[in-house]
């Protein structure tokens, strides 16, 4: 038997009502919210969600312990889950399900009253930001300080009209216009003082970014946006005792890079090029296509290889990569992105060979199961009584935000730095590569 080192944290019970509020009611946050939907009412098994369906191993092997993680640590059930968000587009979690086209009329038929009833609050929407959208269901405020203050209202009143104990916020919004930071995100006063005198910097991402950590309401940021990747936004946290994460969900085309260079790297097999671009037609893609933004998600894809493959200390094996990704709007593929990879690698001898991978994607059916587990992960890591960035959850980003900003990309480390974060937390031992399981 393995002798426990580790005093187990002090986490509050995950009682009551748990709020999750998606800025973006669209592909991605109507999906999630349908799966949700038809696994309480009908028993769909939640595919993808490791909280849900993924085991975590105990002590040593022979002990066999191996319980799922949801029966392992105190996560709010599917049953304590209350949905609700901001969209300037939708009316409705069906309306945009509807729109979106992801999931068929034969699943949406059963939980069609329930979507109905997720009704989208009013907006913080800038054209600016993502110009090929028209937002028509936006707020009336037109101050960014007044915005702020009405998201902090939007929060409170959903909570107390939902009966919410608890709440969380996942960014399923749109990517906005590539933006560096810049002085107002450097402090948190100057972020206010930003909000007060509507800084052309501060986008509305941002904005939702400090309500919900003013409001105390651990944030997610699906995107690639600047948001809680910033001095003052990490300020807050640790100030309003928050946890936060980011950025950017890890899907299709990036999902597959993680998978795959890590074995590259294990094999000590030489990289040259990986060329990757990407067919989508959905509200994504078609804000996408414009540079501005697609320059905001190449910065977040380009980042993944040089991490996992350390081209410092692999020079002659990945120090001479071409690293190209391209994204086109295809209309008529809809929500199932198509990723292509021709990727260049040479062994030994050097001699040259190639991988093809053609990934036919779902793009918000591969992103729902991830606001889930953000959702449970976040709420269950405030009731730990942690604040700031959760490192623990790169798992589901492609850009992760760390501490040090030396983020770790290889999905297999990241898995165990999860698993490894709850058995601590729960007075286990943690697991070390060569026992992984």
């Given at each position: 038997?393995?002798?426990?080192?580790?005093?187990?944290?002090?986490?509050?019970?995950?009682?009551?009502?748990?709020?999750?509020?998606?800025?973006?009611?669209?592909?991605?946050?109507?999906?999630?919210?349908?799966?949700?939907?038809?696994?309480?009412?009908?028993?769909?098994?939640?595919?993808?969600?490791?909280?849900?369906?993924?085991?975590?191993?105990?002590?040593?092997?022979?002990?066999?312990?191996?319980?799922?993680?949801?029966?392992?640590?105190?996560?709010?059930?599917?049953?304590?889950?209350?949905?609700?968000?901001?969209?300037?587009?939708?009316?409705?979690?069906?309306?945009a399900a509807r729109t979106a086209g992801v999931l068929e009329d034969k699943d949406l038929a059963p939980i069609s009253s329930e979507l109905e009833g997720v009704v989208a609050m009013d907006a913080v929407f800038d054209n600016k930001w993502v110009t090929r959208l028209?937002?028509?269901?936006?707020?009336?405020?037109?101050?960014?300080?007044?915005?702020?203050?009405?998201?902090?209202?939007?929060?409170?009143?959903?909570?107390?009209?939902?009966?919410?104990?608890?709440?969380?916020?996942?960014?399923?919004?749109?990517?906005?216009?590539?933006?560096?930071?810049?002085?107002?995100?450097?402090?948190?006063?100057?972020?206010?003082?930003?909000?007060?005198?509507?800084?052309?910097?501060?986008?509305?991402?941002?904005?939702?970014?400090?309500?919900?950590?003013?409001?105390?309401?651990?944030?997610?940021?699906?995107?690639?946006?600047?948001?809680?990747?910033?001095?003052?936004?990490?300020?807050?946290?640790?100030?309003?005792?928050?946890?936060?994460?980011?950025?950017?969900?890890?899907?299709?085309?990036?999902?597959?890079?993680?998978?795959?260079?890590?074995?590259?790297?294990?094999?000590?097999?030489?990289?040259?090029?990986?060329?990757?671009?990407?067919?989508?037609?959905?509200?994504?893609?078609?804000?996408?296509?414009?540079?501005?933004?697609?320059?905001?998600?190449?910065?977040?894809?380009?980042?993944?290889?040089?991490?996992?493959?350390?081209?410092?200390?692999?020079?002659?094996?990945?120090?001479?990569?071409?690293?190209?990704?391209?994204?086109?709007?295809?209309?008529?593929?809809?929500?199932?992105?198509?990723?292509?990879?021709?990727?260049?690698?040479?062994?030994?001898?050097?001699?040259?060979?190639?991988?093809?991978?053609?990934?036919?994607?779902?793009?918000?059916?591969?992103?729902?199961?991830i606001v889930l587990d953000l959702a449970l992960f976040l709420d269950l890591a405030a009731r730990a009584g942690e604040s700031g960035i959760q490192e623990w959850l790169s798992f589901y980003f492609k850009a992760p935000q760390e501490a040090n900003n030396n983020p770790?990309?290889?999905?297999?480390?990241?898995?165990?730095?999860?698993?490894?974060?709850?058995?601590?937390?729960?007075?286990?031992?943690?697991?070390?590569?060569?026992?992984?399981?």
């Open positions: 038997m393995s002798k426990n080192t580790t005093k187990a944290k002090t986490i509050a019970p995950a009682s009551g009502k748990l709020g999750i509020l998606t800025p973006g009611i669209g592909a991605v946050a109507s999906t999630f919210i349908a799966g949700v939907l038809a696994a309480r009412s009908q028993g769909a098994a939640p595919i993808g969600s490791v909280s849900q369906m993924a085991h975590v191993r105990l002590g040593s092997k022979e002990e066999n312990r191996n319980p799922k993680i949801n029966e392992f640590v105190p996560l709010a059930t599917l049953d304590d889950l209350v949905f609700g968000g901001w969209d300037p587009v939708s009316a409705n979690a069906l309306d028209e937002g028509t269901r936006v707020k009336k405020e037109t101050s960014k300080w007044a915005q702020a203050e009405a998201l902090i209202a939007d929060i409170a009143s959903f909570g107390e009209e939902n009966g919410c104990d608890r709440m969380v916020m996942v960014w399923c919004g749109s990517t906005e216009a590539y933006q560096e930071a810049s002085d107002v995100h450097m402090t948190l006063a100057a972020f206010e003082e930003g909000l007060k005198n509507d800084d052309d910097n501060i986008s509305p991402s941002q904005i939702y970014a400090y309500a919900s950590i003013q409001a105390g309401v651990p944030f997610a940021n699906g995107a690639p946006n600047l948001s809680v990747d910033l001095p003052c936004m990490q300020e807050l946290a640790d100030a309003r005792n928050v946890p936060i994460a980011g950025k950017d969900f890890k899907t299709g085309q990036t999902l597959m890079k993680t998978l795959i260079a890590p074995g590259l790297k294990a094999r000590m097999l030489g990289l040259r090029g990986w060329f990757s671009t990407n067919i989508l037609g959905n509200r994504d893609g078609e804000v996408l296509d414009a540079p501005e933004n697609f320059k905001t998600k190449e910065s977040s894809k380009l980042g993944v290889i040089d991490t996992i493959l350390q081209p410092e200390t692999y020079p002659d094996l990945y120090g001479n990569i071409d690293h190209v990704v391209r994204i086109n709007y295809y209309p008529p593929r809809g929500d199932n992105k198509e990723g292509w990879d021709a990727i260049d690698i040479f062994g030994w001898m050097g001699y040259p060979m190639q991988m093809k991978i053609d990934f036919l994607c779902r793009d918000s059916i591969l992103a729902a199961p770790e990309h290889d999905i297999f480390i990241q898995q165990t730095k999860l698993k490894n974060t709850l058995r601590e937390w729960m007075g286990e031992q943690p697991v070390t590569h060569s026992e992984a399981g």
